[in-house]
């Protein structure tokens, strides 16, 4: 159903340019050339319109709508709901991973150090790493520790964190 025109005070709806009358609507009658009704003929069946009567309404509606500037109402459509996330306390959300990242990077160095001793240790001959629960603990912990450089974005830690995994799990299965 579209809104409703006021055209020199006779109301009329935007698909009523286009309909024709029904059984008591006007009929208008235009004499034309006999030259121009085939033109208007041949028009029609170029636009596909089931005749001339349907090319004249689409000529007077194209006027009528010309003339008073009327636009062709859109369909009225629901859109979807908008879900915007807004962070209002970023900075303090930022600074809070840094603190955490500097605090994490702290217990990595720890870690990375206590394993290289442990390294050394086993090359040197000192322990004996088969079955070393001790060793299968360090490793386990540079795992955790490696899932969270991830989360945290710290890369270079992260490849620390896999080179001492990748050499403790070889010491063990020797």
Request: hydrophobic content about 40%; charged content about 35%; aromatic content about 6%.
């Amino acid at each position: 159903m579209s809104e409703v025109f006021v055209l020199d005070d006779i109301p009329i709806k935007y698909e009523d340019l286009f309909r024709a009358p029904e059984k008591d609507g006007a009929v208008v009658s235009v004499r034309v050339h006999k030259s121009v009704k085939e033109l208007l003929t041949k028009l029609a069946e170029k636009e596909g319109l089931d005749g001339v009567s349907e090319l004249l309404r689409y000529l007077v509606a194209g006027y009528i709508m010309g003339k008073y500037k009327l636009i062709k109402p859109e369909p009225k459509v629901i859109t979807q709901p908008i879900f915007l996330n807004v962070n209002v306390n970023k900075k303090t959300t930022e600074e809070h991973i840094d603190m955490t990242q500097v605090g994490l990077k702290m217990e990595i160095e720890e870690l990375v150090k206590e394993a290289m001793d442990v390294i050394s240790k086993v090359k040197k001959g000192l322990i004996n790493p088969r079955g070393n629960e001790y060793i299968r603990r360090l490793r386990n912990k540079a795992v955790k520790y490696m899932i969270t450089a991830l989360k945290y974005g710290m890369e270079d830690e992260y490849e620390k964190l896999k080179t001492i995994q990748i050499t403790l799990t070889t010491m063990l299965e020797e």
